[in-house]
């Protein structure tokens, strides 16, 4: 059954050596990703699952060992999902991690997680919402302690300099979002509109509503840590426990 929950947003704008001179900007944010990943580690967890969308092609699950890197965005930084004991699925056949696993596998290693054995799940970004809280409820039977990282973004519409420029609708979703987020409503979570939030290019819909169905009857109560939409696109950090 589902134990802990961190949620975290997944810009890979989160790594220093991607945001480069910018890298001060997410400070916070990237602070109360810590602080998340700490209340995942004392709920003694048997398995961390790292939760983020992908495109079609990068969907599935990923095994602790696996790759991914940041090379798509200009600079050359490795990340490997867990510490192997130097093995591991490195080879240059094996699948990549999509971007917003690699960033949790990047906010792992700068934790230092050891807590427990730990994979990745991608799911579509346009996964539909019966799909997703399946997913939830069937990753929450995995063991008798799981722990989930849920990856992912709200709109990118909150202003005219967004990546999908402004859209009104974009502030009452963000805040929606958040206030289920804080009070660990797995209701209002699967109440999302998945319509709406792929207009609004909210990639974190799906990951959320994987988290709700993990959630369900755990019983687990919320913190928000971080709450702000910079370069137009809102970002939560969020400790369920």
Sequence with gaps: MLVAAAVCPAPPLLVPEVAAGAAAELGDART??????????????????????????????????????FRRFGVGVDVRLGDTGGEGDGGTGARRLPP?????????????????????????????????????????????????????????????????????????????????????????????????????QAAGRAPWQVLAGAAEGAGLGGRLLYEDAPYGVGYFVAAWS
């Design 32 to 69: 109360a990703c810590s602080d998340a990943l700490a209340v995942l580690a004392a709920s003694r967890p048997d398995l961390l699952v790292v939760v983020g969308a992908a495109e079609e092609g990068e969907s599935g699950r990923y095994p602790q060992g696996a790759v991914g890197c």
């Design 100 to 200: 917003s696993l690699a960033v949790g596998a990047w906010l792992l290693d700068h934790a230092r997680w050891g807590a427990a054995p730990l994979e990745a799940l991608a799911v579509p970004e346009a996964l539909d919402t019966d799909r997703c809280l399946r997913t939830g409820r069937e990753l929450a039977a995995r063991a008798e302690r799981v722990a989930l990282l849920v990856m992912g973004d709200g709109s990118a519409c909150r202003t005219v300099k967004a990546p999908g420029y402004l859209d009104e609708r974009a502030a009452p979703f963000d805040a929606a979002a958040a206030l289920a987020l804080a009070d660990a409503d797995t209701a209002a979570l699967a109440a999302l509109d998945a319509g709406l939030a792929r207009e609004l």
